[in-house]
């Protein structure tokens, strides 16, 4: 069935690029978006330091070479033989969006963003790709593993239990573009490397200032306005040496949905009936938030044939959400009018990497490097209120600390790289090397006031139950051999072995092949296994948060308390991962790829299924945490990381590129890339006394939250100083299963039991398919000054509203689950560029 859909989801692209004459990306980096092209036949070129090639700015075919998915040093995208994408700088920019994880998410069609995040999620960015959670995807910043953040994902939901790399601790303008690999790549760079590879590709050339600055504003609705200021250089010193800057500056206000809070409606007796305003819940919204980024990248040749490098980045984030709101009658000498608590993070985000590189040793390129990377996290809450205190004691603060944490990881790797000839016929290339790698992760209590009698309203602080420190040693070897067999034809063969001290080995290999039957046409496939460790903060992390109603724990995986509710060790993540596909070149110019894709996961390490009532309320007490006697038993719950099952991913990617030159009219580059994909769990695990991990909800999580599909069409325009660009992009279907929340009638039943808090009856919500209209129109005042005006989502669309009794409170009118277009609406903006 599914292979039927494939083909007819290729009539229908065929259709569309007929219809639009061409589908693709911009045909330079500096200018566009490169794909996967035809390979050009020529022999591999002796291999050599890395060096960045120089985009051309006349519209000439793109050279940039790639370094993901690969050991070679002399490849294009267009001749990869897995899917490559080169995003180029000046392609991010024209997104609008000020952030990284937002750029790269308007123009990629793999990837996507949760709509909105609960609690502290809201305050940390996270990207998915083909559909799969965050912590399986890699992310790589010049070839080098990027340490993840410290803040774990605790609610239920599609990204329960992640600690993603946050990529806007990353200033956006120090990248000259990203390399965006859509395969399975476990053998090449380790763990995590299962969806794909992310390769940030920093600026390193000499050159003027750069400085740049753009505001903007939800149009719609009249808030969440930012600013963002940023400035990058770059300059030679020394022999053959470099030294390149960034920095920015960036800060967002609160941008609030309209909600009406069902409780705070007048007269309305069944919640209350309080005369508060309408839209005092403002839960619905994206958080405040003011961010410092700053990266300074370096090298210099010490000899002739040994060069030294390095690259610092450093960023600092305050940032605030608000959680929900708080009748007056929780403390009305404290609050007579209710309160919103509001969650905060102060965080600090830092990495270095010092490495040499060099080449003549015995014949072998070689780099040595070692790079540490953390995060830290101080978790808070304000405008609160500790009930249990302020019942036992009469006072309770309105501002407290409720935890820290950190997460750090020193990589240390050596690489060593050679290309000879076998018989003096085949050319080889050999690379091998090894890695080690220490992680630790820390948590800490918050203040007494935060956690103690169930802890402050919205965000409970961690107890000293919860709190320790955690580390593990990953040892790491690989080796990598590409052979050209014929001059049309690649195989690579890769394998790699690693250790972890708590989780034992693992062994992945991948066999790649690419085979250009004419000029214009190419074949590739690979088949490759992989795999994710558990990270530490899903093997340790517990907390109980407490809401308006209820309560809801997460009990540590390796913990007595979890134990008794069946939890087990957490396993490695497996998976193996086939991929084939077709590159054409219908007329010259005109680049095709088309890549299917199977991924199966076994052992997926997701939240577990919830227990609640008594048990869960049981499990809570033996981690140490009091829940208030106000709260309703059944809407109290804990769950645990688990390795809940398997699932199986299948999908095609599409990406096309064309450009039109039209003499005095200018050049007009058109684009289309295409993601389908449907994950299915095929098999469901069990706890020790033999319950399921999973129940429909939670496989609508891991199932259907990400969209079934996602189309971009770009055409970029330039024409004298004037420069248009226009981005239309289509959302498919999510589909969740809702729970049936306080609005839904008293007395209705569903297999015997209460409708309301079922955790059996779900509402099967869809959020259709939507397209959404980018309009970006820029200006060259001089030859050194260029101004925008742009909007995104100009029609304002928005996601569908769920029904009244899956809308929690009346505060949550849209799916916050899904992972499609966002509830923000429109926005439009304004920037600046000048280069001196």
């Given at each position: 069935m599914f292979r039927h859909r494939l083909l007819f989801a290729l009539g229908v692209t065929d259709l569309v690029i007929g219809s639009c004459l061409s589908i693709s990306v911009p045909a330079h980096a500096q200018e566009a978006t490169t794909t996967s092209n035809l390979k050009t036949q020529q022999s591999p070129k002796a291999a050599g330091a890395y060096k960045a090639s120089t985009p051309a700015r006349n519209g000439s075919e793109a050279e940039t070479l790639i370094v993901t998915g690969t050991r070679s040093v002399n490849n294009r995208a267009r001749d990869a033989t897995s899917p490559v994408t080169v995003l180029s700088a000046a392609t991010l920019q024209r997104s609008g969006q000020m952030n990284l994880a937002d750029e790269i998410t308007r123009v990629d069609p793999s990837i996507t963003t949760q709509t909105m995040g609960n609690d502290t999620n809201s305050l940390t960015s996270s990207i998915r790709m083909r559909g799969l959670n965050p912590d399986e995807v890699l992310v790589l910043v010049d070839g080098k593993r990027r340490h993840t953040t410290a803040n774990i994902v605790v609610d239920t939901g599609p990204q329960q239990g992640s600690t993603p790399v946050d990529l806007n601790m990353i200033p956006a303008n120090a990248i000259d573009h990203i390399e965006i690999l859509r395969d399975g790549a476990a053998a090449l760079y380790g763990s995590d490397a299962i969806a794909g590879v992310v390769n940030i590709i920093l600026k390193k050339k000499p050159q003027g200032i750069h400085l740049s600055t753009q505001t903007g504003a939800n149009a719609y609705t009249g808030d969440g306005w930012n600013y963002q200021v940023g400035a990058d250089g770059g300059l030679s010193w020394g022999h053959n040496g470099y030294l390149f800057l960034s920095g920015q500056v960036y800060h967002t206000d609160h941008m609030v949905v309209n909600t009406h809070d069902v409780r705070t409606i007048p007269g309305n007796a069944e919640y209350g009936g309080f005369n508060v305003p309408q839209n005092s819940n403002k839960v619905a919204s994206t958080p405040e938030e003011t961010r410092e980024n700053l990266s300074i990248k370096f090298g210099q040749d010490l000899t002739k044939d040994i060069q030294g490098y390095g690259l610092i980045t450093y960023?600092?984030?305050?940032?605030?959400?608000?959680?929900?709101?708080?009748?007056?009658?929780?403390?009305?000498?404290?609050?007579?009018?209710?309160?919103?608590?509001?969650?905060?993070?102060?965080?600090?985000?830092?990495?270095?990497?010092?490495?040499?590189?060099?080449?003549?040793?015995?014949?072998?390129?070689?780099?040595?490097?070692?790079?540490?990377?953390?995060?830290?996290?101080?978790?808070?809450?304000?405008?609160?209120?500790?009930?249990?205190?302020?019942?036992?004691?009469?006072?309770?603060?309105?501002?407290?600390?409720?935890?820290?944490?950190?997460?750090?990881q020193w990589t240390n790797n050596f690489d060593m790289r050679r290309q000879f000839r076998i018989a003096n016929t085949v050319p080889v290339l050999l690379a091998f090397g090894a890695e080690h790698r220490l992680e630790t992760y820390n948590l800490g209590a918050g203040e007494y006031a935060s956690y103690a009698g169930g802890g402050t309203a919205a965000y409970a602080g961690l107890m000293p139950q919860n709190a320790g420190q955690w580390q593990r040693d990953v040892w790491a070897g690989y080796v990598d051999a590409d052979f050209h067999l014929l001059p049309h034809w690649d195989l690579d063969f890769a394998g790699r072995f690693e250790h972890y001290t708590d989780v034992n080995n693992t062994e992945n290999g991948k066999i790649s092949t690419r085979y250009d039957i004419t000029r214009r046409v190419a074949l590739r496939a690979t088949i490759s296994n992989g795999f994710r460790a558990p990270t530490l903060a899903e093997e340790h992390y517990s907390a109980l948060n407490l809401s308006p109603t209820g309560a809801s724990a997460v009990l540590g995986a390796d913990s007595a308390a979890a134990r008794s509710l069946g939890a087990s060790r957490l396993k490695p993540e497996r998976s193996t991962n086939v991929e084939g596909g077709i590159i054409v070149e219908p007329i010259k110019g005109w680049h095709v790829s088309a890549d299917v894709y199977q991924i199966d996961i076994r052992d997926r390490i997701f939240g577990s299924l919830a227990v609640n009532g008594a048990p869960a309320l049981s499990g809570i007490n033996e981690m140490g945490g009091t829940v208030p006697s106000s709260?309703?038993?059944?809407?109290?719950?804990?769950?645990?990381?688990?390795?809940?099952?398997?699932?199986?991913?299948?999908?095609?990617?599409?990406?096309?590129?064309?450009?039109?030159?039209?003499?005095?009219?200018?050049?007009?580059?058109?684009?289309?890339?295409?993601?389908?994909?449907?994950?299915?769990?095929?098999?469901?695990?069990?706890?020790?006394?033999?319950?399921?991990?999973?129940?429909?909800?939670?496989?609508?999580?891991?199932?259907?939250?990400?969209?079934?599909?996602?189309?971009?069409?770009?055409?970029?325009?330039?024409?004298?100083?004037?420069?248009?660009?226009?981005?239309?992009?289509?959302?498919?279907?999510?589909?969740?299963?809702l729970s049936y929340q306080d609005q839904t009638p008293a007395g209705l039943t569903c297999g015997g039991q209460a409708l309301q808090y079922s955790t059996t009856c779900f509402n099967q919500f869809k959020n259709t398919p939507l397209w959404t209209t980018d309009l970006q129109i820029g200006y060259h005042v001089t030859p050194m000054i260029h101004v925008s005006v742009g909007a995104n989502n100009i029609f304002n669309v928005r996601p569908r509203k769920v029904p009244a009794w899956n809308n929690y409170l009346g505060a949550y009118p849209y799916d916050i689950n899904a992972a499609g277009i966002g509830f923000a609406g429109g926005y439009y903006y304004g920037r600046v560029d000048a280069t001196f």
């Amino acid at each position: 069935m599914f292979r039927h859909r494939l083909l007819f989801a290729l009539g229908v692209t065929d259709l569309v690029i007929g219809s639009c004459l061409s589908i693709s990306v911009p045909a330079h980096a500096q200018e566009a978006t490169t794909t996967s092209n035809l390979k050009t036949q020529q022999s591999p070129k002796a291999a050599g330091a890395y060096k960045a090639s120089t985009p051309a700015r006349n519209g000439s075919e793109a050279e940039t070479l790639i370094v993901t998915g690969t050991r070679s040093v002399n490849n294009r995208a267009r001749d990869a033989t897995s899917p490559v994408t080169v995003l180029s700088a000046a392609t991010l920019q024209r997104s609008g969006q000020m952030n990284l994880a937002d750029e790269i998410t308007r123009v990629d069609p793999s990837i996507t963003t949760q709509t909105m995040g609960n609690d502290t999620n809201s305050l940390t960015s996270s990207i998915r790709m083909r559909g799969l959670n965050p912590d399986e995807v890699l992310v790589l910043v010049d070839g080098k593993r990027r340490h993840t953040t410290a803040n774990i994902v605790v609610d239920t939901g599609p990204q329960q239990g992640s600690t993603p790399v946050d990529l806007n601790m990353i200033p956006a303008n120090a990248i000259d573009h990203i390399e965006i690999l859509r395969d399975g790549a476990a053998a090449l760079y380790g763990s995590d490397a299962i969806a794909g590879v992310v390769n940030i590709i920093l600026k390193k050339k000499p050159q003027g200032i750069h400085l740049s600055t753009q505001t903007g504003a939800n149009a719609y609705t009249g808030d969440g306005w930012n600013y963002q200021v940023g400035a990058d250089g770059g300059l030679s010193w020394g022999h053959n040496g470099y030294l390149f800057l960034s920095g920015q500056v960036y800060h967002t206000d609160h941008m609030v949905v309209n909600t009406h809070d069902v409780r705070t409606i007048p007269g309305n007796a069944e919640y209350g009936g309080f005369n508060v305003p309408q839209n005092s819940n403002k839960v619905a919204s994206t958080p405040e938030e003011t961010r410092e980024n700053l990266s300074i990248k370096f090298g210099q040749d010490l000899t002739k044939d040994i060069q030294g490098y390095g690259l610092i980045t450093y960023a600092h984030r305050h940032a605030e959400g608000y959680q929900n709101y708080r009748l007056p009658s929780v403390a009305p000498t404290y609050a007579p009018n209710g309160f919103s608590p509001i969650e905060t993070i102060e965080e600090n985000d830092y990495a270095a990497t010092l490495g040499l590189k060099g080449q003549n040793f015995f014949g072998f390129n070689w780099d040595l490097s070692t790079t540490y990377g953390a995060d830290e996290d101080k978790l808070g809450n304000k405008n609160t209120i500790n009930s249990s205190l302020l019942e036992s004691t009469g006072a309770s603060p309105r501002k407290v600390h409720a935890s820290t944490s950190r997460l750090a990881q020193w990589t240390n790797n050596f690489d060593m790289r050679r290309q000879f000839r076998i018989a003096n016929t085949v050319p080889v290339l050999l690379a091998f090397g090894a890695e080690h790698r220490l992680e630790t992760y820390n948590l800490g209590a918050g203040e007494y006031a935060s956690y103690a009698g169930g802890g402050t309203a919205a965000y409970a602080g961690l107890m000293p139950q919860n709190a320790g420190q955690w580390q593990r040693d990953v040892w790491a070897g690989y080796v990598d051999a590409d052979f050209h067999l014929l001059p049309h034809w690649d195989l690579d063969f890769a394998g790699r072995f690693e250790h972890y001290t708590d989780v034992n080995n693992t062994e992945n290999g991948k066999i790649s092949t690419r085979y250009d039957i004419t000029r214009r046409v190419a074949l590739r496939a690979t088949i490759s296994n992989g795999f994710r460790a558990p990270t530490l903060a899903e093997e340790h992390y517990s907390a109980l948060n407490l809401s308006p109603t209820g309560a809801s724990a997460v009990l540590g995986a390796d913990s007595a308390a979890a134990r008794s509710l069946g939890a087990s060790r957490l396993k490695p993540e497996r998976s193996t991962n086939v991929e084939g596909g077709i590159i054409v070149e219908p007329i010259k110019g005109w680049h095709v790829s088309a890549d299917v894709y199977q991924i199966d996961i076994r052992d997926r390490i997701f939240g577990s299924l919830a227990v609640n009532g008594a048990p869960a309320l049981s499990g809570i007490n033996e981690m140490g945490g009091t829940v208030p006697s106000s709260a309703t038993i059944s809407d109290v719950s804990a769950n645990y990381f688990a390795n809940v099952g398997s699932t199986r991913t299948q999908g095609l990617d599409i990406q096309s590129d064309y450009t039109f030159r039209f003499r005095t009219m200018g050049r007009l580059m058109l684009s289309m890339g295409l993601n389908l994909n449907r994950t299915r769990v095929n098999h469901i695990n069990t706890d020790s006394f033999g319950n399921p991990f999973l129940n429909a909800q939670n496989k609508a999580y891991l199932e259907s939250a990400a969209p079934r599909s996602k189309i971009i069409l770009n055409a970029y325009w330039t024409v004298g100083k004037w420069d248009i660009n226009v981005r239309q992009t289509r959302y498919g279907e999510t589909v969740s299963l809702l729970s049936y929340q306080d609005q839904t009638p008293a007395g209705l039943t569903c297999g015997g039991q209460a409708l309301q808090y079922s955790t059996t009856c779900f509402n099967q919500f869809k959020n259709t398919p939507l397209w959404t209209t980018d309009l970006q129109i820029g200006y060259h005042v001089t030859p050194m000054i260029h101004v925008s005006v742009g909007a995104n989502n100009i029609f304002n669309v928005r996601p569908r509203k769920v029904p009244a009794w899956n809308n929690y409170l009346g505060a949550y009118p849209y799916d916050i689950n899904a992972a499609g277009i966002g509830f923000a609406g429109g926005y439009y903006y304004g920037r600046v560029d000048a280069t001196f």
